[in-house]
Nanobody
Framework: QVRLVESGGGLVQPGGSLRLSCAAS????????MAWYRQGPGKEREFVAR???????SYSDSVKGRFTIARDSARNTAYLQMNSLKPDDTGVYYC?????WGQGTQVIVSS
């Protein structure tokens, strides 16, 4: 069965950086459309970033220029590099691939 396991979340100060990882099992990140979503406190889950199987990327306006989605085919892992973090970036971040969801990793941006 497909399994997506996120890691890398934590507490960071505003302006800081984090890199989230999404390790995939029984799913090839190289040949799948991979995405990251997040859900802030009291908010609905929202799209953050996407990378198609051909490598095309797209981002929500709120993270464009600060976040970067990437993948490592050898490690079969997708990543989300998050820079210049803001308190509004706080939430649970979920990896999504081929209709499967990970369990999420918590990101808290606070001083």
């Amino acid at each position: 069965q497909v399994r997506l396991v996120e890691s890398g979340g934590g507490l960071v100060q505003p302006g800081g950086s984090l890199r989230l990882s999404c390790a995939a099992s029984n799913l090839s990140v190289r040949f799948s459309n991979m995405a990251w979503y997040r859900q802030g406190p009291g908010k609905e889950r929202e799209f953050v970033a996407r990378m198609s199987s051909t490598g095309t990327t797209s981002y929500s306006d709120s993270v464009k220029g600060r976040f970067t989605i990437a993948r490592d085919s050898a490690r079969n892992t997708a990543y989300l590099q998050m820079n210049s973090l803001k308190p509004d970036d706080t939430g649970v971040y979920y990896c999504y691939g081929s209709a499967y969801w990970g369990q999420g990793t918590q990101v808290i941006v606070s001083s």
